[in-house]
């Protein structure tokens, strides 16, 4: 398709496991950003790319988050040891540069830590 | 850091009415962009309306307009002919312009519309 797309769409996990979550950006968009989004909250800013490069990371909570956008467009989000207090929808956005206007967003993963 | 505020947690409006979302920003930045994106219960984020702060002119589409005060920081978005489909929540959020400077979007904690038939 051609808009930002999110897998999985629900991700069910036990505490202490590892999780990956994958963004496929629109084609030709260079920014790519991460935001995780807590029930009844705003999204809240994680990680953003510019190309391959994290751009800023200084959203990421702590060292077992990680992401990673090897080639410029697919990125993965990376969580260790998961905790209970991770559970939310982790959101993709993709833009054409920054400072060009808007983001266009995925549907999300929403990832549940039992 | 800049900072976006939505006061108010939930409104409601009958179908056919307008309504008016409220939400204000602080920032040191002249130049701007700011949104307003609704968030169905598919997750998805939709933009709505967007405005570059440079621009005195208000932003209009279709049914939906803002109101922009930039000496205020308040940006308010105008729902007329509120439609069922319209429900959602709804999201103010601030990005820089300055190239260089930090691209991320900054959200507000959102305002749940409901449309009552």
């Known amino acids: 398709g051609a808009g930002v797309s999110q897998t999985p769409s629900n991700k069910v996990t036990e505490k202490g496991k590892y999780v990956e979550l994958r963004c496929d950006p629109i084609?030709?968009?260079?920014?790519l950003y991460w935001y995780r989004q807590s029930l009844g909250q705003g999204p809240e800013f994680l990680i953003y790319f510019q190309g391959t490069g994290a751009a800023d990371d200084s959203g990421l909570p702590n060292d077992r988050f990680f992401a990673v956008r090897p080639e410029g467009s697919v990125s993965t989000l990376k969580i260790q040891r998961t905790e209970r207090g991770d559970s939310a929808v982790y959101l993709c956005?993709?833009?054409?540069?920054?400072?060009?206007?808007?983001?266009?967003f995925g549907e999300g993963s929403r990832l549940t830590v039992l | 850091a800049q900072t976006v505020t939505q006061s108010q947690p939930e409104m409601s409006v009958q179908e056919a009415e307008t309504v008016t979302l409220s939400c204000t920003y602080d920032t040191s930045e002249s130049d701007y962009y700011l949104f307003w994106y609704k968030q169905p219960p598919s997750r998805q984020m939709i933009l709505v309306i967007r405005?570059?702060?440079?621009?005195?002119q208000n932003a209009t589409e279709n049914r939906f307009s803002v109101n922009f005060q930039k000496a205020a920081k308040s940006f308010s978005l105008k729902i007329s002919d509120s439609q069922l489909g319209d429900a959602a929540m709804y999201f103010c959020?601030?990005?820089?312009?300055?190239?260089?400077?930090?691209?991320?979007?900054?959200f507000g904690k959102g305002i749940t519309l409901s449309v009552r038939p």
């Open positions: 956005a993709s833009s054409w540069t920054a400072n060009t206007g808007e983001l266009f």
């Open positions: 405005q570059e702060a440079y621009k005195q």
């Open positions: 084609s030709g968009h260079t920014a």
């Open positions: 959020a601030y990005r820089s312009a300055y190239t260089g400077a930090n691209s991320k979007l900054t």
